[in-house]
Structures are given as C-alpha cells and as structure tokens.
T-cell receptor
C-alpha cells in the first residue's frame, strides 16, 4: 500500500501568514488522486481538496492544492483564525486508500 | 442538516466486543456507499471497512478482517460496526464517513466515537 508522509509535523505561524504543507507518497499516486482534509479539535474532518487541486464545495479560495506523482502541496495563502487545525492528506489512486499522519497548523 | 452522528464507543476489556452505530440525516442514506475510518492515539487516519449502498458487498482492512462486521439498516438510516476480539491496537476514534460516488475519498464525516480497549 502507498505510504504518505506529511511534513512538517507541526507548523507554527501567525494569522495572515502563508502556510505550505507537504504530502509525499512512497510511490506515484495515479491520476493525481489525492485529497486534503481539515480537522479541528472535537469536530468532524472536512473535505478541502480532491483531485490534488479541486476545491470542495464551499471551501474558500485561500486554500489551494497542487502536485502530481509523489509530491503534493496544500497552500493556505493567508491564514485566518479559523484555519488553525490539523490537515490530513489521503491518496485514493491505489487500493486501499491511505492517509498521512497529519500536519498541525498552530498559532505562533 | 446533512450529518453523521456516531455512538456506542466506550471502555472494553481485551477480547471484548463493542457495537458502534452511525445515524445519518439530511441526505438519502440508502444511495451511498459508507465506510468506517479510525484514528488511533497519535496516529494517522486508517480505513477500516466499507459497505455498498444496499449492503450486499462488505469489505475490510486486513487488520480487522474476521473480527469486525459492518452492516446497515437503510430503513433506519443507520450504519453499524460490530467490533469483536478487541486488542489494545483497536483503541481509536472511529469515524463514520460517506464515500463520493466514483472515487475513494469522503465528502462527509461524523465527529467520531472513541473505543478504548484496556484492562
């Protein structure tokens, strides 16, 4: 199965700053089948991005996804207070779908 | 409101059993493939089990095959996961998730229910 490694484990930033999160796969993710989820403490995870770069319904355009093959990136252009959370990547190009271990974006 | 609400978690001894439930509302539950995903403390998310919309096909991760049973009752808009022969490795928050129609990612998650296996 494909192993996803997210980095960094924790990202300490201030509101208004740019956040860049990495998700690296142990083998190529076919057709860019990669999703990103946001999880706030005590809340249900929320789909942000699918197909590596397509925003889900209702997701603000400050969130963007990019990448292909084995390297993918989630960028938050300007952090809002509500963006401080844990972010998970998931590949669904190979069965079973697998997740990274998560990146926590915390307030500096 | 479109939502999934899990229940049934708790503390259970090793070797014991637990039945998790997931109540769906706000959408036509019977038309969606549903999964369970879990997250152990300090670990990433992990696919556990899947069931087709009518319940005829059930799939399991190797780590739970033969011990967990997924089922659904479309008349009650409810998804279930029966956990048995539990070990400490099964301690996790269990999430009920809705799979999008064509691809294996999830567009709706519940808040999860915690199952703790400990003596």
């Amino acid at each position: 199965e494909i192993v996803l490694t997210q980095s960094p484990g924790t990202l300490s930033l201030s509101p208004g700053e740019r956040a860049t999160l990495s998700c690296r796969a142990s083998q190529s993710v076919s057709s860019g089948y990669l999703a990103w989820y946001q999880q706030k403490l005590g809340q249900a995870p929320r789909l942000l991005i699918y197909g590596a770069s397509t925003r889900a319904t209702g997701i603000p355009d400050r969130f963007s996804g990019s990448g292909s093959g084995t390297d993918f990136t989630l960028t938050i252009s300007r952090l809002e207070p509500e963006d401080f959370a844990v972010y998970h990547c998931q590949q669904y190009g190979s069965s079973p779908a697998t997740f990274g271990q998560g990146t926590k974006v915390e307030i500096k | 409101e479109v939502q999934l609400v899990e229940s049934g978690g708790g503390l259970v001894q090793p070797g014991g059993s637990l039945r998790l439930s997931c109540s769906a509302s706000g959408f036509t539950f019977s038309t969606f493939v549903m999964h369970w995903v879990r997250q152990a403390p300090g670990k990433g998310l992990e696919y556990v089990s899947a069931i087709t919309s009518e319940g005829s096909v059930k799939l399991y991760a190797d780590s739970v095959k033969g011990r967990f049973t997924i089922s659904r009752d479309n008349s009650r808009n409810t998804l279930y996961l029966q956990l048995s022969s539990l070990t400490s490795a099964d301690t996790a928050v269990y999430y009920c998730v809705r799979k999008v129609s064509t691809y294996w990612y999830y567009d709706l998650w519940g808040r999860g229910t915690l199952a703790t296996v400990s003596s």
